[in-house]
């Protein structure tokens, strides 16, 4: 078995309990590392091994979940999906993500990103409400309507974008790159009629017209997305509804019921113990 070499990394951690400090503090921890070893790891390590008392959030340890974002040699990472070894350096300084309260050491207050989030109403929305409370069957989209939201439906909610963007650190009622996003998502949906009701939201000082296309978010963003993009979309759309120039789009219809039940496949015998 091929055998790696284990280096000696300084983990230069900002630390910051609000009950006990009067002011954020770096602690410095050393950190064996070998190769592949992510920044989260280490953190780990440290937790085990050298302070219990480190406070940072983690759960799937493969970048789905978005609890993991930190600023790493200054700029904003998931912590679980960057190895150590990318920064070619024996020293490592972790921060929390910027344009967020601290809560503790590396763990941000999300509830005012998730309660923006959840104001444009991240669902599809309907005027048949009866379908929608009591569904019956589908709404179609094709491939070709799914290809041009596709991205954005792979957004993990890590709070990167918003730690990256100038506006949102100098605005704070700034909806923010990922809201806007998740709204123009939804709208351009093909199975959505919701506009009416998200574009209140956006359509404002702190909304979409205060972004200004720095695209920091986009460059950040550990899944790929480019949010900068569904903005200016986004606005687009605000203003062909303002005066009237989209189409006015009818939401895609129902697929209809499946006239019969699909055939049941028998398992094969090898996975079922004891079959006869
Ligand atoms: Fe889930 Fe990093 S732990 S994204």
Redesign the pocket.
């Known amino acids: 078995m091929e055998k790696h070499e284990t280096e000696l990394i300084t983990f230069k951690v900002q630390r910051y309990d609000p009950e006990k400090d009067n002011e954020p503090h770096f602690r410095e921890f050393t950190v064996p590392s070998s190769r592949g070893m992510t920044v ?1 790891d280490g953190l780990i390590y440290i937790k085990e091994n050298l302070d219990s008392r480190l406070a940072f959030r ?11 974002g930190m600023l790493i040699n200054n700029y904003p990472h ?4 960057t190895q150590i070894e990318e920064f070619r350096s024996n020293t490592l300084t972790i921060k929390p993500l910027p344009n967020l309260p601290i809560i503790k050491d590396l763990v941000v207050d999300l509830i005012p990103f998730f309660d923006t989030h959840k104001a444009i109403k991240p669902y599809i929305l309907r005027h048949d409400a009866e379908e929608m409370e009591n569904p019956t069957t589908e709404f179609a989209q094709s491939p070709q309507a799914l290809e041009t939201l596709l991205q954005f439906t792979y957004c ?1 909610k ?1 709070g990167i974008c918003i730690s990256a963007c100038p506006t949102s650190a100098s605005d704070k009622l700034f909806v923010g790159p990922q809201a806007l996003a998740q709204c123009y998502r939804y709208c351009a949906d093909t199975r959505d009629e919701g506009e009416q009701e998200r574009f209140p939201i956006v359509d404002t000082d702190h909304g979409v017209w205060h972004c200004h296309l720095a695209g920091a978010c986009s460059e950040a963003c550990p899944k790929g997305l480019d949010p900068a993009l569904a903005i200016q979309l986004l606005k687009r759309r605000v203003v062909s509804r303002a005066i009237r120039l989209g189409r006015k789009q009818q939401p895609s219809s129902k697929v209809p019921p499946p006239t019969q039940t699909k055939p049941k496949v028998p398992f094969p015998e090898f996975t079922v113990k004891g079959a006869k």
Do not use: D, K
């Not at 983690?58 to 993991?68: F, N, P, V, W």
């Not at 998931?78 to 999906?81: D, Y």
């Open positions: 989260l983690t759960s799937c340890r493969m970048a789905i979940c978005g609890s993991c998931l912590a679980c999906h993990v890590c």
